[in-house]
């Protein structure tokens, strides 16, 4: 898929800046030609040598380089890509972006490039929160860069953990792959539509609450429905990022995928995600968590009785962006996974949670809606509610992504 490809990758300075090493390696080994812009923090990080090893190129650093810019090299480096990929991007880097600046080549050629921009942000959780941080990313996002994550997990800075990771090597790879793919089947690529210019944010899959470095909590949820909503909403033109619980089934195309584990990684970065214009909170989160979960695997002690685990309630993440004050987005559609009375249940969830539609459904094992393929949906708003016939759950987000889309527009 990679085979002619041209890649220019362009280098900022941070400590995850190691991982462009194993990225650079993965796109050669599939064909691509890469390219690779430093800046001067990034060198302090890893060598050019090394970058140059690996990519075959001459690697680019110098704005006033005479050789290169003799014929305009940054200008020539900007145009002759196919995609330009950003990684890590940093606090500083994105703030350039923004607003136009271009003190350096990387800067220069981002602001001077027509091709495609993707943006692989890295950064302390903190840097990432902040309100000039955010206002950026929702700038470069309208202006038509497309981000992969960031992860959340633990940090450099020691006892630091939050939404602020380099995406993995292969996860930027796999987004790489996806960008070609839509440009090579332009059915799943989002073309102007309904929701063009909007931003979404979709939750999908289980959470995973630890009771121990070898056991969990967690539910059957495949995150089969939330991905394929995720893909239908980006189809229609708005720009998805996917906060997405422990799966094992790919990635969407041309949406923005932010991997999480437990509730409360999956709050931090739904909340990161915003502001927003669509939420819809597909993932079945884990209403309990252990209250501390044991740091060594817990061992039988021979007396039969197993232990006992205190528990605590989890975050409630759709409450949370239905009643958000400040970042509340437009439409907020939420799930409600039931075994019984799923109507009733569905119109308390509604008034309680702060959303404007709920999607309700019965997952009784009888119906198979956990880890399959189909779904029955009610569709419950504050004054309606339409019962869907048996779909497959791509059908059922084509239908729920054209609602939106629908409701949007009035």
């Known amino acids: ?56 190129e001459k690697v680019h650093d110098d704005l006033f380089d005479l050789t290169a810019e003799a014929d305009i090299g940054h200008i020539r480096l900007s145009r002759e890509a196919d995609l330009v990929v950003v990684a890590p991007a940093t606090a500083d880097l994105m703030a350039k972006m923004a607003h136009g600046l271009c003190d350096d080549l990387a800067t220069n050629i981002l602001l001077a490039t027509d091709k495609p921009v993707l943006v692989c942000p890295a950064m302390n959780p903190r840097m990432w929160a902040h309100p000039a941080t955010r206002r950026n990313a929702e700038t470069l996002r309208r202006d038509g860069v497309r981000f992969l994550g960031p992860n ?28 070609f793919a839509r440009l090579d089947d332009p059915l799943s690529a989002p073309l102007a539509g309904p929701l063009s210019g909007k931003t979404a944010l979709v939750t999908s899959g289980p959470t995973h ?12 949820s495949s995150g089969k429905q939330g991905h394929a909503i995720a893909a239908a909403l980006a189809r229609l033109g708005a720009n998805v990022t996917l906060v997405s619980g422990p799966v094992t089934i790919p990635d969407p195309a041309g949406v923005t995928v932010v991997r999480v584990e437990t509730a409360r990684e999956m709050l931090a970065a739904s909340l990161a995600a915003l502001p927003a214009d669509i939420a819809v909170m597909a993932a079945a989160v884990a209403d309990w968590r252990t209250a501390d979960a044991a740091d060594a695997k817990m061992k039988k002690d021979g007396s039969g009785r197993p232990p006992a685990l205190a528990l605590t309630e989890n975050p409630d993440i759709l409450a949370t962006i239905g009643h958000h004050p400040d970042l509340r987005p437009t439409l907020v559609v ?55 016939p048996t779909l497959s759950k791509v059908e059922v987000a084509e239908r729920l992504a054209g609602v939106i889309a629908a409701r949007l527009g009035e």
Not at 11 to 36: M, N, P, T
Not at 153 to 172: F, K, W
Not at 211 to 217: E, G, H, K, T, W
């Open 1 to 56: 898929m990679l085979q002619t490809k041209r890649i220019l990758l362009i280098v900022g300075g941070g400590i995850a800046a190691y991982k462009v090493l194993e990225l650079i390696r993965r796109l050669k080994e599939r064909g691509a030609s890469v390219r690779a812009v430093m800046t001067r923090s990034a060198k302090e990080f890893v060598t050019p040598l090394t970058v140059g090893a690996l990519t075959g």
């Open 152 to 179: 959340v997990g633990a940090m450099a800075e020691r006892g630091e953990s939050g939404p602020g990771r380099l995406a993995e090597p292969m996860e930027i790879l796999a987004a790489i792959e996806a960008h």
């Open 209 to 220: 609450e630890p009771i121990d470095p070898v056991r969990y909590i967690a539910n059957r």
């Open 334 to 388: 939420g799930f409600a996974a039931e075994t019984g009375n799923v109507a009733g249940y569905a119109r308390d969830k509604l008034a309680r949670k702060g959303a404007d539609l709920i999607c309700a459904n019965d997952v009784s094992p009888e119906h198979g809606v956990f880890g399959g393929d189909a779904n029955t949906l009610h569709l419950v708003g504050p004054d309606s509610m339409e019962t869907w």
